[in-house]
């Protein structure tokens, strides 16, 4: 990969091209996971691709060009406005888990496979857990825990000591863990909540569209068939285990021709605005076409 942004560099399309598909699964992976949703991840996966073609110019090599993406990434996700529910640990206490058993709807069955709709209530539990972390513990165990970056790296990405991130990982680790072991069945069988009982009040509640699932794919086995078949959870490594056995999501865009056209329409404009002298150039980050700027803000939460 570190090949192909030398080339890009030195101004090869196709390079570029291969760059920018190169990194658009990790980074969907990342924003997926950071923002809880695939429809915001889908837009702040455009937004960083640019922005990572705009700032090629400035990559010097400290760091490979994957780790340096990570880190543009980072900064950019942790610049957005919250967008829905703001999830707190106690909220999803509340939640009604551990619902008696209870039958899927027949028609509910009728528009997805019933493995499938236990595995979208998990994940997208989890993606509630995720949220509910404060901003500086869940991109730290995102990078950590799930893109498995090691501690160098993270910490380079996040812009903090190696010492400071092995202490948010710790805490986010903790956490969830604690929340775990308190209130859900597949990391402890004594807990009454079960996926696949949650179904019903979560089609209910527009939480789960079972004719659009939005985590939920067909493997031959599911990741809550992974970690049965695996036997109880080690509790050292209670969270790690219930997020690094799901799916590694890919997005269903091909950004690549998308952000082309962008790069294509930002230089025509900054060539404009050159030529009539009445604008400044803009250069690097400041060039990138801003879809939503109210959505750059400052963080509503921590």
Request: net charge positive; aromatic share 6%; glycine share 4%.
């Amino acid at each position: 990969m570190d090949a192909l942004a030398q080339r890009a560099r030195g101004g090869d399309p196709d390079a570029l091209d291969q760059l920018v598909r190169a990194l658009q699964d990790p980074m969907y992976r990342l924003a997926l996971r950071f923002l809880g949703r695939p429809e915001p991840a889908r837009d702040a996966t455009q937004e960083i691709l640019l922005l990572i073609v705009m700032e090629l110019p400035t990559f010097r090599g400290e760091s490979s060009v994957r780790t340096w993406a990570y880190r543009v990434a980072t900064r950019l996700l942790l610049r957005l406005r919250r967008r829905g529910r703001r999830w707190t640990f106690e909220a999803l206490a509340d939640e009604d888990l551990g619902q008696p058993p209870n039958a899927i709807e027949a028609d509910t069955r009728a528009l997805a496979d019933e493995r499938l709709l236990e595995e979208e209530v998990f994940i997208g539990c989890t993606q509630a857990m995720l949220q509910a972390l404060d901003r500086p513990q869940r991109i730290a165990l995102v990078l950590g825990a799930i893109c498995e970056l090691e501690a160098a790296e993270a910490s380079y990405v996040l812009g903090i000591s190696e010492v400071a991130f092995r202490k948010r990982l710790s805490r986010a680790r903790a956490t969830l863990d604690a929340f775990l072991a308190r209130h859900c069945g597949v990391a402890d069988p004594t807990n009454p909540c079960r996926c696949a009982y949650q179904v019903n009040l979560n089609v209910a509640r527009r939480c789960v569209n079972p004719a659009r699932l939005n985590y939920a794919v067909a493997p031959t086995r599911t990741t809550l068939e992974v970690l049965r078949a695996e036997g109880e959870i080690r509790q050292i490594r209670l969270s790690l285990d219930l997020f690094r056995t799901q799916p590694k999501f890919s997005s269903t865009e091909d950004f690549a021709e998308r952000v082309r056209a962008l790069v294509a329409s930002a230089s025509s404009l900054s060539g404009a605005q050159e030529a009539s002298g009445r604008f400044p150039v803009t250069r690097g980050s400041d060039a990138v076409p801003d879809r939503s700027e109210r959505s750059r803000r400052a963080p509503e939460d921590p």
